[in-house]
């Protein structure tokens, strides 16, 4: 994808994969790469953050003779997901105004 994306969207688009199922680390990367262009490097940090913000906890699981970190949403991020979810919606809501036309910084 041509837009590139920042941290708070990546934030965003983790808290959503992980808000009907938990998953690890390399499944979540790869769902993102679906719509942006990241690294892992870059996407192991924001894990760290969320789940230092209380928005996301782990724990690991064998898979495969080894073991796996999986991601969860808590309460907390939930309520987080929610308010991006609305931040979002109205971030959406202006930019499509403003590629139709109808919004201006010198119209009323």
Do not use: C
């Not at 690890?24 to 969320?50: F, H, M, R, W």
Request: a neutral charge.
């Amino acid at each position: 994808m041509y837009f590139p994306v920042s941290a708070t969207l990546i934030e965003f688009l983790i808290l959503s994969i992980l808000k009907d199922q938990d998953s690890y680390g390399y499944d979540i990367s790869q769902t993102i790469k679906l719509v942006a262009n990241i690294k892992e490097s870059t996407l192991y940090p924001i894990l760290k953050k969320l789940e230092k913000s209380g928005y996301l906890k782990t724990y690991s699981q064998e898979h495969q003779g080894r073991q796996r970190k999986y991601y969860q949403l808590t309460q907390e991020g939930h309520s987080h997901l929610a308010f991006l979810a609305g931040e979002w919606q109205s971030y959406k809501e202006n930019l499509d105004a403003i590629i139709e036309g109808s919004l201006r910084h010198d119209k009323n």
